[in-house]
């Protein structure tokens, strides 16, 4: 099969339901009305809420929720096959990921910029906030802790990238001013600054930069720290200096990258060398249920529901922006997630090369083989435009790089505020300051990363991540799901998304807990049964919420 024609079918699916699906339900379903006043207006601060060009918050939603989990999920997934990879890719993004990130974003609209954590609260109880914000505090602790190991090790594989990355920082504060200080607009400064972030892509692939051991420890660790340092200071920040504009200049970046990928493939024309459908490689889980937890942000990610209802809502300045940030965030990713399927499988010359690639689950799930499969993929294509392999390589692993930080720095603030919502439950006030809430969701990540040996303490716990991003997934579309039916409107379209993704998550956190039951990985077992028995909690409250039927229109 040649990857053109699965690019084409992929394009036209994702244009097609952007327009008509995404369409009928910011139309049909929520009913997107433009003068109502959205949370970015009603509560504008100058730090947190910030009305903002539409194009601005597209760029900060979908590099939010991209990171590199889009990338990675799909070059393990491909072990089974490149036909129920691109199938959920395509049809999960569709039906279920943009409905959700949309939803949630609606939801939390209607609810004065609330969280999905807090709305538990207004859609189902007092009791099921709690419980809801515990389970996200334990997500972002692990988000934050893996990706500051994630882009630590990414620096040390492809130095080519260090340059290019932190200079991006300064380019972020010069859009941000721009727009919001001189009021130059948008287009102007963020077109200066992509252009600058490419001659920063060429100065790095002639000049990388190696992180030397320091007395903070190797490399790496060494890393570590300044990415959590970074993580901090962007969360204290208001979010129109640094976060905002550098996502928009990344979203900007993977427009270009992606561009020039899927321009080189059609030049380059490759066949698809990985088997169809490949049900039970060496070493891997079953393919039902793992399938849909391995590819969780190129499909349905709950952490994307945190950065809807968390980050982009505060930002929304028109409802009718709603459909494009929120369903077409979601799609963007689904393209990048398409790429990743097609990267790791027509980007090989020839089949035996895959096939050593992906030999077995071990070989094909470490770090270095997930990211190399995709770079080395993608730069083969671009170089099939003429452009240097250097260059090329450099293009795509800056592009990876750019997500991964912008996923951490995000999920910092994220936290911040799950821990301030806390802090006002147990009336522990300080800890809503911005300050303080900041460290401890900077450092505690770093605590984990040190507690093993070589920074590597995220890794611990890593092993619930899918489990418990998809579990969130679930749960918010609970959430999604019960306002609808209370404000009397249909409820189709996120129940049925609902009830797939709870009973694959659960399937196989049952799987996962008997496994570390048989291994007496006793610290995971205990983990994993309380986030399964919360979850069932939850479940139990939404359903005792639907018993007491519809309430008035909120």
Same mark, same amino acid.
């Given at each position: 099969?040649?990857?053109i024609i699965?690019?084409?079918i992929a394009?036209?699916s994702?244009y ?8 009928f339900l910011a139309? *049909? ?6 003068d109502?006043?959205t ?11 910030v009305?903002?060009d *539409?194009?601005?918050?597209?760029g900060?939603?979908?590099? =939010?929720?991209?990171?590199a989990?889009?990338i990675?999920?799909? #070059?393990i ?7 129920p990879?691109?199938?959920w ?7 279920m990921?943009?409905?959700?990130d949309?939803?949630?974003?609606v ?5 004065k910029?609330k969280? @999905? ?8 109880n007092?009791? =099921? ?17 893996v990706f500051?190991l994630?882009?630590a090790?990414l620096f040390?594989?492809y130095?080519i990238?260090?340059?290019p ?5 300064p380019l972020?504060?010069?859009?941000g001013y721009?727009?919001y200080?001189? *009021?130059w607009? #948008?287009? @102007?400064?963020a077109?200066?600054a992509?252009v600058?972030?490419?001659?920063t ?7 990388p930069?190696?992180m030397?051991d320091?007395f ?6 060494t890393w ?10 962007a969360s204290?920040?208001?979010?129109w200096t640094?976060?905002?504009p550098?996502d928009?200049i990344?979203a900007?970046?993977?427009i270009v ?8 493939l059609?030049?380059?024309a490759?066949t698809?060398?990985a088997?169809a459908?490949?049900?039970h490689?060496?070493?891997a889980p079953s393919?039902?249920?793992f399938l849909?937890?391995? @590819?969780?942000? $190129?499909a ?8 809807? =209802?968390?980050?982009t809502v505060?930002?929304?300045?028109n409802?009718?922006?709603?459909q494009?940030? $929120?369903?077409?965030?979601m ?15 027509? $980007? ?11 030999s077995?689950?071990g070989a #094909?799930?470490?770090?270095g083989?997930?990211v190399?499969?995709f770079?080395?993929g993608?730069?083969?294509f671009?170089q ?27 999920a ?12 006002s ?7 809503k300051?911005?300050?303080?809430g ?5 450092f505690s990540a770093?605590?984990?990363?040190l507690?093993k040996? $070589? ?8 092993p619930l991540f899918?489990? =418990? ?6 749960l ?10 209370k404000?009397k409107k ?8 609902m ?6 998550t659960?399937?196989a956190?049952l799987v ?8 007496e990985?006793?610290l ?5 049964? @309380?986030l ?10 939404a359903?005792l919420?639907?018993? *007491?039927?519809?309430?008035a229109?909120?």
């Open positions: 099969m040649n990857a699965i690019a084409v394009l036209g994702f097609m339901a952007y327009k008509f699906y995404g369409g139309k *049909k379903i929520y009913a997107l009305d433009p109502r006043k949370p970015a207006h009603e509560f504008e601060d100058g730090f947190d809420y009305p903002t *539409k194009r601005v918050l597209w900060h939603h979908f590099t =939010s929720i991209a990171g989990a889009p990675v999920g799909p #070059a997934a491909v072990i089974w096959g490149w036909v990879a691109i199938l890719v395509v049809l999960g993004t569709i039906l990921g943009a409905g959700h949309f939803g949630a974003l939801v939390s609209l209607r609810h910029g969280s @999905i954590g807090e709305l538990t609260e207004d859609v189902l007092p009791r =099921s906030r709690t419980l809801f914000l515990f389970i996200i505090l334990f997500l972002l602790l692990l988000v934050i802790a500051a994630v882009i090790v040390n594989k130095p990238a260090v340059f990355i932190w200079f991006e920082i972020a504060i010069f859009v721009s727009i200080r001189f *009021k607009g #948008a287009t @102007i400064p077109a200066i992509l600058v972030m490419y001659i892509i060429w100065i790095g692939s002639q000049h930069i190696t030397p320091t903070l420890g190797s490399g790496l660790v570590e720290w300044i990415i959590i340092i970074y993580a901090f200071c204290v920040l208001p979010v640094l976060l905002q550098r928009y990344n900007e970046e993977l990258g992606l561009g020039l990928m899927y321009a080189g059609f030049v380059v490759p698809i060398v088997p459908v490949q049900a490689p060496e070493g393919m039902i249920p849909f937890i391995t @590819i969780a942000c $190129g349905i990610s709950g952490f994307h529901s945190l950065v809807s =209802s968390g980050t505060r930002q929304l300045d409802e009718r922006d709603a494009m940030v $929120g369903y077409g965030g799609i963007g990713e689904g393209i990048l997630s398409t790429m990743a399927v097609l990267a790791c499988t027509a $980007g090989f010359t020839t089949v035996a090369l895959w096939k050593e690639h992906y077995s689950w #094909a799930a470490g770090l083989a997930k190399g499969a770079v080395d993608g730069a083969r671009i099939g435009l003429g452009i240097g392999e250097s260059f090329a390589t450099g293009i795509v692993v800056v592009l990876v790089v750019s997500f991964a930080m912008t996923t951490i720095d995000t910092t603030r994220l936290q911040r505020y799950v821990i301030g919502e806390l802090g439950d147990y009336k522990l006030n300080f800890l300051n911005r300050y303080i900041s460290f401890i969701a900077a770093l605590a984990l990363c507690l040996a $070589g920074g590597k303490g995220g890794l611990i716990l890593w899918g489990t =418990s991003n998809q579990l969130l997934a679930g918010a579309l609970v959430m999604v799901t019960v306002w609808l039916y404000t249909p409820t189709i379209y996120t129940f049925l998304p009830c797939f993704m709870l009973f694959m659960m399937w956190m996962n807990i008997s496994n570390y039951w048989n291994s990985n006793w995971l077992m205990a983990i994993g049964s @309380i399964f028995i919360l979850a069932l909690w939850l479940v139990g409250e359903y919420a639907f018993k *007491k039927g519809r309430s229109t909120t």
